[in-house]
């Protein structure tokens, strides 16, 4: 079946600097793309979504663009802090189906 | 508000042996899924259920069985344990419609 990768397993940055996670998916079918955040030894925890006909949504430090035409997902973090350090999947849905996750991108701050 | 409860948090199988991982949400929600981690994985989808009485496969649903007779339980059950099922799963629960998916804290099981 069809499934969400990420492009990058792991990035590093700088604590204030903005992060960029990206994500490729192949379903264009879906309805729904979302991006949770798992802290270690915790479930995955929602950030935020974006429906498919829309490109953009902001949210408090983060941000959610989709490109529907190379099917494309980001994440951005402005201000990254030590607390965002974690593995962060996009994850991709259809009305009536459960959610699919790639496999992550762990994110690490280093202060 | 308890959320997602997962029992228990850790558990030790013999190989063949056979246990119910339970999970119970008190938000009133219709869908529940069970997915398994494993290392370098992601979150992998067992079975899900969009209401009471309706359950489905997802990607990876062989040697696991599940019911959903309540709108709060969705237990799963392991049928003859086997090494590769040494995991960690989570069960989570969401509106029907709904993106926001709320995760238990995990079981982390390992068979012998």
């Known amino acids: 079946g069809e499934s969400v990768g990420l492009h990058l397993p792991t990035l590093s940055v700088q604590e204030g600097d903005n992060s960029i996670i990206n994500c490729a998916y192949s379903?264009?079918?879906?309805?729904?793309f979302i991006w949770y955040k798992q802290e270690s030894g915790k479930g995955p925890q929602f950030i935020i979504d974006?429906?498919?006909?829309?490109d953009k949504r902001q949210g408090q430090r983060v941000t959610v663009l989709l490109n529907k035409t190379v099917k494309h997902l980001s994440l951005q973090i402005a201000a990254t802090q030590p607390g965002d350090s974690a593995v962060y999947f996009c994850?991709?849905?259809?009305?009536?189906?459960?959610?699919?996750f790639g496999k992550g991108t762990t994110l690490s701050v280093s202060s | 508000n308890a959320g997602v409860t997962q029992t228990p948090k850790f558990q030790v199988l013999k190989t063949g042996q056979s246990m119910t991982l339970q999970c119970a949400q008190d938000?009133?929600?219709?869908?529940m899924s069970w997915y398994r981690q494993d290392p370098g994985m992601g979150l992998r989808l067992i079975h899900y259920?969009?209401?009471?009485?309706?359950?489905d496969q997802g990607e990876v649903p062989n040697g696991y069985n599940v019911s959903r007779s309540t709108t709060e339980d969705f237990p799963l059950r392991l049928l003859s344990a086997a090494p590769s099922q040494t995991s960690v799963y989570f069960c989570?629960?969401?509106?029907?419609?709904?993106?926001?998916?709320?995760f238990g804290q995990g079981t982390r099981l390992t068979v012998v």
């Open positions: 989570a629960s969401r509106n029907r419609g709904g993106t926001e998916a709320f």
């Open positions: 379903n264009s079918a879906s309805d729904y």
């Open positions: 974006i429906r498919s006909n829309m």
């Open positions: 994850v991709e849905t259809q009305a009536g189906t459960a959610l699919i």
């Open positions: 938000m009133n929600h219709e869908y």
């Open positions: 259920s969009v209401g009471a009485g309706i359950t």
